[in-house]
C-alpha cells in the first residue's frame, strides 16, 4: 500500500523517471556542496536511496567529472576502506561582486571552496553599463582561462534591487543604472553559455553567511549590513526570503523613526538614516566629511584599538539598530541576527549594550535569538553569489 502511495504519488507530481532521477542527482550534489566528501553508504543513509541507485547516480556524476572517488583515509576494521565520494576539484561556478568602484571576482568549487580571487579597479560609466559589460566579459574570460575547465554557472552581485525572476536590475542608485539586464547583455555580447543569475548584494550575502559563515547550522536568521547604505537579507526555513519580485528583504528602508531625516529613497525616517554610515559619523561629532568612506574606516579602527570615543559613538547608535532589530524579531522570529558593516563592530565593540537594548525594547527578557557579528567580511557578497550560482547549476541538472 505504502509503495503503491509512493509510486502514484511521485507521479501525480509529475515525477517520471527521468525527472525523479534528475531530482535525486541534484540531492546528492547539493549534499556533497554543504556538506564535503560522504561516502557511498553515507550517501544511501543521507539520500534513503538504495546502494545501487546512489551507485548509478555517483557513476553519472563521475561520467560528467562533477565528483570523483577516492579511498577513506583511514580503514576501519577489516577490509577494503569505503570509497569517498568528494566533488570534482575543476567543477567550479565563477562569483562576481559588482562594487561602485570594484569588482571582484573568483572560482568556488563545488564544496564551497574559494579557489582563486581578485579585486580591480570597476571602470563604470553612471548610467550606461555597456562600459561595465565590456569589463566584466575580458575578466571572466580571463578567469576562465586560468582554469582547465569552463565554469558549470555565474552568479553576479549588484548593489541594486533585482528582480529574481529574470534577474532584470530594476534599479542601481549609485551606479544609476535601470532596466538593466546584466545576464542576457552578458550571454549577447560575450556569448556565455552557463546560466547566469543576478541578484541583490545583501540578499547573497545573507545567503553566504547562513552556508559558510556565521549562520551556519541554523536555518532561520536575518542578516543586516550597514555602511553608507543598509542592506540585508532574511533566510526562513533555509531559504532566501524573496517575495513576489526579488525586492522583499529591503529592510534599510523600513520606517523606524516617522518624519525623521531624508532618505536617499525619497522617504524619511528609514532605518537607514538611523544607523548607516551618516548616522555613526554623527554621533561621533563627524558631520559631512570630506570622504565618508575614509572616515568611516577610520573611526572603526579607532573603535578596534578601544579609543574612548569611538566607542561612544557606537554605543549612541545602539538604541536605533535596536529599534529595528526588535521589529525584525517580531517579524521573522529569527533564530540568529547577523550583523555585518559597521554593524559587526557594534557587535563586536559594545554588543552588550546592544543586547541590553534589544531586551529593553522588546519586553521579553529570554526571548530565543542570539547576535552575532559576521565572519566572511567584504567576501560575503562574492561568495554568495558563487552560491547562488550552484542553486542555478543543480536547478537545471
Ligand atoms: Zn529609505
Not at 566533488?87 to 561582486?97: N, T
Not at 564551497?112 to 579585486?119: K, R, T, V
Request: hydrophobic share 40%; glycine share 12%; charged share 20%.
Amino acid at each position: 500500500m505504502g509503495q503503491v502511495n509512493t509510486v502514484s504519488s511521485a507521479i501525480g507530481q509529475g515525477r517520471d523517471p527521468a525527472s525523479l532521477r534528475r531530482h535525486n542527482l541534484r540531492a546528492l550534489l547539493r549534499h556533497l556542496h554543504l556538506h564535503g566528501p560522504t561516502s557511498r553508504p553515507g550517501l544511501c543513509e543521507v539520500t534513503g536511496l538504495t546502494r545501487s541507485t546512489i551507485g548509478d547516480l555517483v557513476g553519472e556524476l563521475l561520467s560528467r567529472e562533477l565528483v570523483r572517488e577516492e579511498g577513506a583515509p583511514v580503514t576501519v576494521g577489516r577490509g577494503r576502506p569505503p570509497l569517498v565520494v568528494t566533488p570534482h576539484e575543476d567543477a567550479y561556478v565563477l562569483g562576481i561582486a559588482v562594487e561602485v568602484d570594484t569588482i571582484g571576482i573568483g572560482r568556488m568549487n563545488i564544496g564551497g571552496s574559494l579557489l582563486d580571487e581578485e579585486s580591480v579597479k570597476h571602470e563604470h560609466v553612471a548610467g550606461d553599463p555597456a562600459a561595465s559589460v565590456r569589463q566584466l566579459t575580458r575578466l571572466i574570460r580571463r578567469r576562465i582561462s586560468k582554469a582547465n575547465t569552463r565554469p558549470l554557472a555565474l552568479g553576479i552581485a549588484v548593489p541594486g534591487i533585482v528582480d529574481i525572476q529574470d534577474g532584470t536590475i530594476a534599479s542601481a542608485p549609485n551606479l544609476n543604472w535601470r532596466n538593466v539586464r546584466l545576464g542576457e547583455e552578458l550571454r549577447r555580447t560575450a556569448g556565455f553559455a552557463e546560466p547566469i543569475t543576478v541578484a541583490n548584494e545583501a540578499r547573497l550575502a545573507a545567503l553566504a553567511e547562513h552556508r559558510r559563515g556565521a549562520g551556519q547550522n541554523s536555518s532561520d536568521l536575518v542578516y543586516v549590513s550597514a555602511e553608507v547604505g543598509v542592506g540585508g537579507g532574511v533566510i526562513n526555513n533555509g531559504e532566501t526570503l524573496t517575495g513576489t519580485s526579488g525586492y522583499g528583504g529591503e529592510i534599510g528602508h523600513m520606517i523606524t523613526n516617522p518624519g525623521g531625516r531624508t532618505c536617499r529613497c525619497g522617504g524619511a525616517g528609514c532605518w537607514e538614516t538611523e544607523i548607516g554610515a551618516d548616522a555613526l559619523l554623527r554621533h561621533a561629532g563627524l558631520t559631512d566629511p570630506a570622504d565618508r568612506h575614509a572616515a568611516l574606516a577610520d573611526l572603526l579602527a579607532e573603535a578596534e584599538r578601544e579609543d574612548a570615543a569611538a566607542i561612544e559613538a557606537l554605543r549612541a547608535l545602539c538604541p536605533s539598530v535596536a529599534t529595528g532589530l526588535v521589529n525584525l524579531i517580531n517579524i521573522f522570529n529569527p533564530e540568529r541576527i547577523i550583523l555585518g558593516g559597521l554593524l559587526r563592530s557594534v557587535a563586536n565593540q559594545v554588543g552588550t549594550e546592544l543586547d541590553a537594548s534589544v531586551r529593553k525594547l522588546h519586553g521579553l527578557n529570554d526571548f530565543p535569538v542570539s547576535i552575532h557579528p559576521a565572519q566572511l567580511g567584504e567576501l560575503a557578497p562574492l561568495l554568495g553569489a558563487a552560491e547562488h550560482a550552484v542553486d542555478s547549476f543543480l536547478r537545471q541538472l
